[in-house]
């Protein structure tokens, strides 16, 4: 059965610290992993992965793929009380069910 | 610009009835979705389709049902409902043209929060 597991559950930082979120999947026919911020409401795009070992980077955020590993991590440097948030992982499979997604990690900024 | 518009936002029902989650996105996206969200379960696809005349069920599926006559619309209806269908209900679409950069990128509605007493 597909599934992507992400670690930890939750996690509470400081102003400016830097985290690491992880993500690991195994997933029949794997094509992307995305990456998702979820404030309130929807879900927003982050970023999509394909390729082993090239980081995408957007601002303070970056991620990275190991296919070797079968995982993925998201990382913010400089944290921001408005980087609080659930971040999830979605592994997209390759067939008509399309994404297949982490239960999240929930990230809370502290002043 | 709307995107993926779900109404209504909330909603309350008693056990046994039977409503409409009515979704619409407005960017001629052919892949339509309906995810639950609970605490601790995450995202779960209860079911999707590929176009309008074709949906499948997803991980989740008992107890709903859904339809695609319109490219635009996906409604996801609930027969008899029941206090385990109390969650949060994102609709999502993407545009699904095979090997098109992006093409599996979902946008989410807003969510409908519907609570079963």
């Known amino acids: 059965e597909d599934k992507v597991v992400q670690s930890p559950l939750s996690l509470v930082v400081h102003e400016g610290d830097t985290v690491t979120l992880n993500c690991s999947y195994e997933?029949?026919?794997?094509?992307?992993l995305l990456w998702y911020k979820q404030e309130k409401k929807a879900p927003t795009f982050l970023f999509m992965l394909?390729?082993?070992?090239i980081e995408k980077k957007s601002g303070r955020l970056s991620s990275i793929l190991d296919k070797k590993e079968l995982s993925s991590i998201l990382n913010i440097t400089a944290t921001q009380t408005g980087d609080s948030a659930i971040y999830l992982c979605?592994?997209?499979?390759?067939?008509?069910?399309?994404?297949?997604f982490g239960t999240g990690t929930l990230l809370a900024v502290q002043p | 610009n709307a995107g993926v518009t779900q109404t209504p936002k909330f909603q309350v029902l008693k056990t046994g009835q039977s409503m409409t989650l009515q979704c619409a996105q407005d960017?001629?996206?052919?892949?339509m979705s309906w995810y639950r969200q609970d605490p601790g379960m995450g995202l779960r696809l209860i079911h999707y389709?590929?176009?309008?005349?074709?949906?499948d069920q997803g991980e989740v599926p008992n107890g709903y049902n859904v339809s695609r006559s319109t490219t635009e619309d996906f409604p996801l209806r609930l027969l008899s409902a029941a206090p385990s269908q109390t969650s949060v209900y994102f609709c999502?679409?993407?545009?699904?043209?095979?090997?098109?950069?992006?093409?599996?990128?979902?946008?989410f509605g807003a969510g409908s929060r519907l609570t079963v007493l």
């Open positions: 999502a679409s993407s545009p699904d043209r095979p090997l098109t950069p992006g093409a599996n990128v979902l946008t």
């Open positions: 394909t390729s082993s070992g």
């Open positions: 960017m001629n996206h052919e892949y």
């Open positions: 979605a592994a997209d499979g390759g067939a008509t069910n399309k994404l297949i």
């Open positions: 389709s590929v176009g309008a005349g074709i949906t």
């Open positions: 997933v029949t026919n794997f094509r992307s």
